[in-house]
Each structure stands twice: as C-alpha cells, then as structure tokens.
C-alpha cells in the first residue's frame, strides 16, 4: 500500500510541475519579430560573413533594427537587396 501512496504522490508531483513549467514558458515567451523572418527568406543563408556580420540571422536583425542597409548581401546581389527593401 505504501508504494501506491509513493506513485500517487510522485505522479500529482509530476501533473502539478508540468502545469507550472507551461505556464511559466507561456508568461516569459521571447517574442520574435516577424520582420527577422521573412528577410531570412530572401537571404541566401550561406552564412559567409560578407556583409560584416557573423551570419544571416545576425544580417537581418541589423537590418530590422536599422542598423545596416539592405544591400550588404554581396552573395545575393541587387536581387535580393530589392526584395529587402
């Protein structure tokens, strides 16, 4: 009988952190700006560090946050420097 009362006890443990741990992802979510997105797609993402900045994620977050012109890909060319803008 003890070892039913462990499992039992274990088992509500377990319900009772799985419901805190959704909560607390839920409340202290990172929003993400949908702009970072959908400039990663006319990027090339080849990562080659042509446009001064470690990567391609880190070339779009410049560029949302103004702090780098769209035509900086070298690997993209006008073509995607337009598509950016």
């Not at 006890?9 to 319900?15: E, F, K, Q, R, S």
């Not at 946050?65 to 690997?75: F, H, M, R, T």
Request: aromatic letters at 8%; charged letters at 20%.
């Amino acid at each position: 009988m003890s070892i039913l009362y462990s499992v039992i006890t274990l088992a509500g443990l377990g319900l009772l952190f799985g419901i805190l741990i959704t909560f607390a992802s839920k409340k202290f979510e990172v929003k993400k700006d949908d702009r970072v997105e959908k400039i990663l797609e006319f990027l090339p993402n080849g990562n080659c560090g042509g446009c001064g900045y470690a990567g391609c994620s880190a070339y779009a977050q410049a560029v949302v946050d103004g702090k780098a012109q769209p035509d900086l890909c070298s690997a993209g060319g006008n073509d995607v420097a337009t598509k950016i803008g």
